[in-house]
């Protein structure tokens, strides 16, 4: 019995593997005993094959012709469909340059009336049909003449415009409405129309949406469920002939960058919460010391703070007598506050109320229910007789 080491099995193990691998290494010169060993237990080898050098070449043809099969599929899958262009009309803009006013003009309150004055013969004249039409028109003109920066009389324009199947220009005009003030619904709504009347489906479908979502209109929704089933269209249409992979990291990408944007937000939210919570118990705190502490000077005797906390009595005669000095009187007789008001005036280096209670020193106050400290004795006058 012939004894094979570990790395000899290993070396016959790879070679079998390559074997699988490959058939094709069979049929070499060199490893002939070997096929010529496995043939004699029974075993069948595949044939030789000559064209194995172009097996990848065929391969990228075979799979570029599948991909042309499926192309050609797809195609045949997905036949013209049938638009609904009824309702699409002829532009009768035939290059003219309606005025837009001076962007830099400094507006004043005759202006304002003006413009208002013009806005409304120009609703007026809209309101009469097609004959002042070209009135309604002129109207406009001269308000947004008067004040270029409203956009609602670019948008009011534009609806008069789109009467007169001037689809371009009415465009034109809720365009600069847009720039003005980019949430303009009424823009969005007679831009949206406009394109609708071009046949320009997915446009009109994305301004009128965008209308009803900034402020809804039966008028702008209905136009908006008449332009669907076109523009649904071009959209399943882009979705098809996009490539998939490129679409689905964009998708995945914005859905990535909402979450971020949304969770920094709910970040910050929080954090304002919190230091609002803070803020309100850090003063919530200040008011109630406030609340609980007498103003004292610093140098305040020794035993007072405890004469307080010992007597909680004490402490809101005190507060009174803070508030109300003059009530200092009905309390004199009072040993306790007798003793406080001793160590308060002992604490200051002499007799008399403490200046918390706004009480003067010496017993000038006639008064009676102020706090008169006895006067000090006087030494005998001489006998002049």
């Known amino acids: ?10 070396l016959l193990k790879q070679f079998v593997n390559m074997c699988k691998a490959n058939p094709a290494l069979l049929h070499q010169p060199q490893f002939a005993f070997y096929r010529e060993y496995i043939e004699s237990l029974g075993a069948k080898i595949p044939p030789k094959d000559d064209s194995g050098m172009n097996t990848d070449s065929s391969k990228r043809q075979s799979n570029q012709s599948f991909d042309e099969c499926q192309e050609d599929d797809g195609e045949d899958q997905l036949p013209p469909p049938e638009l609904d262009n009824s309702g699409v009309i002829e532009d009768k803009t035939f290059g003219e340059e309606y005025a837009m ?18 806005r409304q013969a120009a609703q007026m004249a809209f309101s009469e049909g097609f004959i002042l039409f070209m009135k309604s028109l002129a109207e406009f003109t001269k308000a947004i003449e008067f004040n270029p920066g409203l956009a609602i009389l670019h948008a009011k324009r534009a609806s008069t415009l789109l009467k007169m199947s001037k689809l371009s220009a009415a465009i034109k005009d809720c365009d600069k409405a847009i720039e003005i003030n980019p949430d303009s619904a009424a823009a969005y709504k007679f831009r949206g129309r406009a394109h609708r009347l071009l046949g320009n489906w997915v446009e009109a479908h994305r301004d009128l949406a965008l209308s009803c979502k900034l402020d809804y209109d039966d008028e702008a929704n209905e136009w908006l469920r008449e332009v669907e089933p076109n523009a649904s269209f071009f959209k399943f249409k882009f979705i098809l002939t996009y490539d998939l992979g490129k679409a689905k990291k964009l998708h995945d990408y914005q859905r990535a960058k909402e979450r971020i944007i949304d969770e920094k937000e709910n970040r910050a939210r929080q954090e304002r919460v919190r ?11 200040e008011n109630k010391r406030e609340g ?20 909680p009595e004490l402490s809101k005669i005190m507060e009174e007598i803070k508030k109300d000095p003059s009530k200092i009187g009905k309390y004199l007789n009072d040993p306790n506050i007798l003793n406080l008001i001793g160590m308060m005036g002992g604490g200051k280096g002499g007799g008399g109320p403490p200046d918390m209670f706004n009480m003067p020193k010496s017993g000038n106050n006639s008064d009676s229910t102020s706090f008169n400290p006895e006067p000090p004795r006087k030494a005998p006058e001489p006998d002049l007789d």
């Open 101 to 118: 006013g001076d962007a830099d003009k400094e507006i004043n309150d005759e202006d304002m009336e003006q413009a208002q004055k013009h």
């Open 292 to 311: 609980e502490n007498i103003d004292l000077d610093d140098d305040v005797p020794p035993g007072l703070f405890d004469s307080f906390k010992n007597n």
């Open 1 to 10: 019995m012939i004894n094979m080491t570990d790395e000899q099995i290993n």
């Open 275 to 285: 230091r609002a919570q803070e803020e309100n118990k850090r003063a919530a705190e």
